[in-house]
């Protein structure tokens, strides 16, 4: 869920109201949710996400059965060759065992990934680039926490991936097999005072029996500095299955680059009611060099080059200083003539 590009972006930047770019000074976790931010991690950064999780499910009062079980997400993501470009991938292993109520001497033992998907998230529109009035005030704390109408505007992104889903899979429909397109729209707000809304809608498994729409919506709220909370929706819809998932939970900064988080997921219906707890951390891998808006040097290439040119100004002022005392020196030697052929 990007309520963590939400949840770090926004740590520093949001709460002081200045502009949001692709790259933040601190790590921007899509975790403990399960929607994405709009934003890409920058370039040059690695960033790996993981959450160990526990699943209880239950399902009255037809084909009675329970579900308990072990499962972890994951993610790596990558900035490659664009503030806006991030290319990752990511998925979910589990490993249960499905009881049967009305035979207490049947199990079923099983583990797959529920997915995997490889994909490239591009941002298309951000309203926070050179936006004059995401400045911060430095006369009004009021002006800087107040709501904007701007504000209203999402930073929206597209993203287009492929599923690979092995044979025989015990959490995926009859006959899936193979890959499958994913595409999905991510919008972003970010609000005064650390809030973030969070929109994705989602088209999975396209093509196939088991072709699903999802929308999520994540609400994220930043403290201070090092904590965060959001509050999470996620509806699915598609033959093979259909439920809304809500999730509540936190992270906790523990240095630029170090995110840890918790959260809980529940739904209200018995066909199955699900229960999910986890916990998981998020840790970047920081290559970033900033661009200069000029001339698209590095930082580092743009001091070498004010470095070169400082050197060239001090070899100008020397040479300069050199010719004075040089026509210093023949003003006086002329003087110095004149005044012999006068004696």
């Known amino acids: 869920m990007k309520p963590l590009k939400t949840f770090i972006s926004c740590l520093l930047l949001m709460t002081s109201t200045l502009v949001y770019p692709q790259y933040t000074d601190v790590i921007n976790s899509n975790r403990p949710g399960a929607s994405r931010s709009a934003y890409s991690v920058g370039t040059n ?6 959450g160990p999780y526990y699943v209880k499910e239950k399902r009255t ?12 997400d994951f993610s790596a993501r990558y900035g490659l060759f664009f503030e806006q470009l991030e290319i990752n991938i990511e998925g979910i292993y589990q490993n249960d065992t499905k009881k049967y109520t009305f035979r207490p001497d049947a199990e079923e033992p099983r583990s797959n990934f529920k997915h995997i998907t490889l994909g490239a998230k591009y941002l298309i529109y951000d309203p926070y680039k050179d936006q004059e009035s995401n400045k911060p005030n430095l006369y009004s704390w009021k002006a800087n926490h107040s709501f904007k109408w701007e504000d ?14 092995t044979k025989n899979n015990p959490y995926t429909a009859p006959g899936i097999e193979g890959f499958s397109p994913k595409v999905m729209v991510a919008t972003q707000n970010n609000f005064a005072g650390g809030w973030v809304f969070i929109m994705n809608f989602i088209k999975d498994r396209i093509g ?3 072709s699903d729409f999802q929308y999520v919506l994540t609400l994220t709220h930043a403290f201070n500095q090092q904590w965060v909370v959001f509050g999470e929706m996620q509806g699915i819809k ?26 809980l997921t529940f739904n209200t219906k018995d066909t199955p009611s699900v229960f999910n707890a986890g916990i998981g951390a998020s840790y970047r891998l920081d290559f970033h060099k900033d661009p200069i808006p000029d001339n698209n040097n590095s930082v580092e290439d743009e001091g070498k080059r004010k470095t070169r040119k400082n050197n060239t100004k001090k070899q100008k002022k020397r040479k300069k200083r050199r010719d004075d005392e040089i026509n210093e020196e023949n003003k006086i030697k002329k003087q110095k003539k004149k005044d012999i052929d006068f004696d």
Request: proline residues 3%.
């Open 45 to 50: 950064v690695v960033q790996f996400e993981i």
């Open 61 to 72: 009062p037809a084909t009675t059965y329970e579900v308990s079980g072990l499962g972890v």
């Open 152 to 165: 209203l505007i999402p930073a929206v992104s597209v993203y287009l991936g492929g599923n690979y889903d």
């Open 208 to 210: 196939t029996n088991q």
């Open 238 to 263: 598609s033959d093979f299955y259909a439920d809304n998932l809500f999730r509540v939970g936190g992270a906790r900064l523990l240095g630029r680059n170090f995110q840890l988080d918790a959260a």
